[in-house]
């Protein structure tokens, strides 16, 4: 027996941001309801219309589902790391007069830019309304975590080879960060 139209169009409102996976789990639950309220004497209309009620409107549950994303979470974690490493990072960068670093201009220029890219990814992620986009921009922000941390720790242990421990803090610091950052990029696109 096919679908009736309202609950096609109610999953196609659904599919229209979260995964196909989601959507044909919530698709078996409603098939399930709407199948209930028909052996319950409703007519094929009133059954669908009243298990998509008891399912809620689509825009409640595309936020149940952004909010509850593993995107959302890694973001959120990442963001309140980043504060500590920051300083960190400052911290070194201060002491050791890195404005007098033979570092090109331009590469400070596309570090900042980088940086900032970055923290509005994670904030996108963080706050983002829209699931794919929650989890895409959560991806691309641990991608460029790691990546940053990275530059940054190599930046710094070639122009001051010398590992003394303040800047031993912000390198496992960041690593443990790029750790973190690196094996939740596939949880982020997941969901």
Known sequence: ??????????????????????VEEL??????????????????EAAARTAISEFG???VILT???????????????????????????I???????????VP?????????ALITVISLLAAAAFGRHYRRVCRAAAAACVGTAILDAVMAC?????????????????????GRSGFALRNVRHALTG
């Open 1 to 22: 027996m096919p679908r009736p139209s309202l609950i096609d169009g109610y999953l196609a409102a659904l599919s229209a941001d979260l995964p196909a996976r989601i």
């Open 27 to 44: 698709a078996d639950g409603l098939d399930e309801a709407y199948h209930y309220y028909l052996g319950h004497g409703l007519d094929p």
């Open 57 to 59: 409107e689509p825009r």
């Open 64 to 90: 149940s589902f952004t909010e509850a994303s593993c995107g959302r979470r890694i973001a959120r974690r990442l963001l309140a790391a980043g504060p500590a490493v920051g300083i960190c990072w400052a």
């Open 92 to 102: 070194v960068l201060i002491t050791a007069r890195a404005w007098q670093w033979p």
């Open 105 to 113: 201009t331009v590469a400070r220029v596309l570090f900042g830019v």
């Open 155 to 175: 930046t710094v242990l070639v122009i001051t080879p010398v590992l003394v421990w303040p800047v031993a803090v912000p390198i496992v610091l960041s690593a």
